[in-house]
């Protein structure tokens, strides 16, 4: 293949764009803020960002993807509801942005990006199942079957909405109890407030060591993800996300309790797990190979 893709990862407060060349390299990434290049008053002139960003580069480009934090239709056209950006909700984006970017834009899910990303990355395989569950801000999945994001009838991969049984936090999503609001970042942020109002972000589970909040943090998290592996037998299992890179983060805690929930003798013995390498620019690198295909 010998022409370049762009990549764009759309988050609440900001995007990033990167290019990417026919050799797998990525550059020109761009950090730009969302409410200027995707204002709420007209989100597709975001097409005309995508546009001036490929004469910029100067050159050839085939091709672009945008990742967008929320629900998308199942052909991927039309944004269904993305909570923090709610102005792109009921958009033909896809059409939009094509039509004013000059090239084909493609659009999915932004954790399905964030995996496209890991799997080139990290050179994870591209057959069989992949599973990638990320504890950011918010508790996202994704999962790919050779190569591409396995589809159900409404497109969705939302592990952080499994209900939990006797919660009653109120949700996001508008249902009650949901894993994200006890496995996220969300979350720790509302522990730190409550229990270590003196202890930065950053320091939470060098605070929290020991804690009866840090072992029952860790259990709900294994569970979800023991169930989710009982389900699908991932070939590779990929936990990311900003929690999981914090200081202090228990990961053998994490997989000791995963590798006694999951089901024995297998998927327990041979279940591979890697740690996301993820960096800033994951979900635009995972939208530019995502743009190639
Ligand atoms: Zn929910």
Same mark, same amino acid.
């Given at each position: 293949?010998?022409?370049?893709?762009?990549?764009?990862?759309?988050?609440?407060?900001?995007?990033?764009?990167?290019?990417?060349?026919?050799?797998?390299?990525?550059?020109?990434?761009?950090?730009?803020?969302?409410?200027?290049?995707?204002?709420?008053?007209?989100?597709?002139?975001?097409?005309?960002?995508?546009?001036?960003?490929?004469?910029?580069?100067?050159?050839?480009?085939?091709?672009?993807?945008?990742?967008?934090?929320?629900?998308?239709?199942?052909?991927?056209?039309?944004?269904?509801?993305?909570?923090?950006?709610?102005?792109?909700?009921?958009?033909?984006?896809?059409?939009?942005?094509?039509?004013?970017?000059?090239?084909?834009?493609? @659009?999915?899910?932004?954790?399905?990006?964030?995996?496209? #990303?890991?799997?080139?990355?990290? +050179?994870? $395989?591209?057959?069989? !199942? %992949?599973?990638?569950?990320?504890?950011?801000?918010?508790?996202?999945?994704?999962?790919?079957?050779?190569?591409?994001?396995?589809?159900?009838?409404?497109?969705?991969?939302?592990?952080?909405?499994?209900?939990?049984?006797?919660?009653?936090?109120?949700?996001?999503?508008?249902?009650?109890?949901?894993?994200?609001?006890?496995?996220?970042?969300?979350?720790?942020?509302?522990?730190?407030?409550?229990?270590?109002?003196?202890?930065?972000?950053?320091?939470?589970?060098?605070?929290?060591?020991?804690?009866?909040?840090?072992?029952?943090?860790?259990?709900?998290?294994?569970?979800?993800?023991?169930?989710?592996?009982?389900? @699908?037998?991932?070939?590779?299992?990929?936990?990311?996300? #900003?929690?999981?890179?914090?200081? +202090?983060? $228990?990961?053998?805690? !994490? %997989?000791?309790?995963?590798?006694?929930?999951?089901?024995?003798?297998?998927?327990?013995?041979?279940?591979?797990?890697?740690?996301?390498?993820?960096?800033?620019?994951?979900?635009?690198?995972?939208?530019?190979?995502?743009?190639?295909?």
């Amino acid at each position: 293949m010998s022409f370049c893709t762009v990549g764009a990862d759309v988050g609440g407060t900001h995007v990033r764009l990167a290019l990417l060349t026919p050799e797998g390299k990525l550059e020109n990434l761009r950090k730009l803020p969302r409410a200027e290049v995707m204002p709420d008053a007209d989100p597709c002139c975001f097409g005309e960002v995508l546009r001036d960003y490929i004469r910029d580069c100067g050159e050839k480009v085939t091709a672009a993807a945008a990742g967008i934090p929320g629900t998308l239709s199942r052909d991927c056209r039309r944004v269904l509801n993305v909570p923090n950006i709610p102005a792109l909700n009921g958009l033909m984006l896809a059409d939009e942005l094509t039509e004013r970017a000059g090239v084909p834009v493609k @659009l999915e899910n932004d954790t399905v990006m964030l995996l496209s #990303g890991d799997v080139h990355r990290m +050179g994870l $395989p591209e057959t069989g !199942l %992949l599973l990638g569950v990320y504890i950011g801000t918010g508790l996202g999945s994704a999962v790919f079957y050779d190569g591409k994001p396995l589809r159900g009838k409404n497109s969705l991969n939302e592990l952080g909405h499994f209900p939990l049984p006797g919660r009653k936090e109120k949700c996001s999503c508008g249902n009650v109890g949901c894993a994200e609001n006890l496995v996220s970042g969300r979350y720790l942020q509302a522990l730190r407030a409550e229990k270590w109002p003196d202890t930065h972000i950053s320091r939470l589970f060098p605070a929290m060591a020991g804690s009866r909040e840090l072992e029952e943090f860790i259990d709900t998290a294994a569970c979800l993800l023991a169930g989710t592996v009982n389900l @699908l037998d991932p070939e590779v299992l990929v936990i990311g996300g #900003g929690v999981p890179a914090m200081e +202090g983060f $228990p990961r053998e805690a !994490l %997989l000791r309790a995963l590798r006694e929930k999951t089901m024995h003798p297998q998927p327990s013995e041979n279940l591979e797990v890697v740690w996301s390498e993820g960096a800033d620019d994951t979900g635009a690198l995972g939208a530019a190979w995502m743009a190639r295909k």
